[in-house]
């Protein structure tokens, strides 16, 4: 699937989370014409030490090839499904950024990586380092 997306408004909304644990985190590296390496998105996914929670909070920061940031926050809780990627598609929205599934014939559909598990996160973390203004080849770091 091809995901194309658009940096609609650039916002700061990232809000660590208080009192919570690492759970999971990521880093979208381009390589610039340079040959410089920059991490141009970072992931970071908290969730609360009870053995009870349930809730995960996403924060996402890009760094946009102009040198401005958007950033954003989420959350997902409950079960049944997977609230890591609904989380981050939350944090995606906050930080003003829309997603489009461009193999679809409509091109007003609209991709949703919530509850998508972590297949799309490459495709998706890159199209959200080309709307960013970034060319270069990527990699994705789980950490």
Known sequence: ???????????????????????????????????ELREVITVKCYMGR???????????????????WTSGSGHAGGYGYHKESAAIADAIKSAGIDLQNMDNDRKDHWFDL??????YYPQVFEAITRAAGYRGRTLLVSH
């Open 1 to 35: 699937m091809k995901i194309k997306a658009s940096i609609v408004k650039k916002v700061e909304n990232a809000k660590r989370p208080d009192n919570k644990e690492l759970v999971s985190a990521y880093s979208l590296v381009v390589r610039l014409p340079s040959g």
């Open 50 to 68: 009870s053995a009870s929670a349930s809730v995960i909070h996403a924060v996402m920061w890009v760094k946009c090839a102009d040198g401005h």
């Open 114 to 119: 919530d509850g998508t598990d972590t297949s």
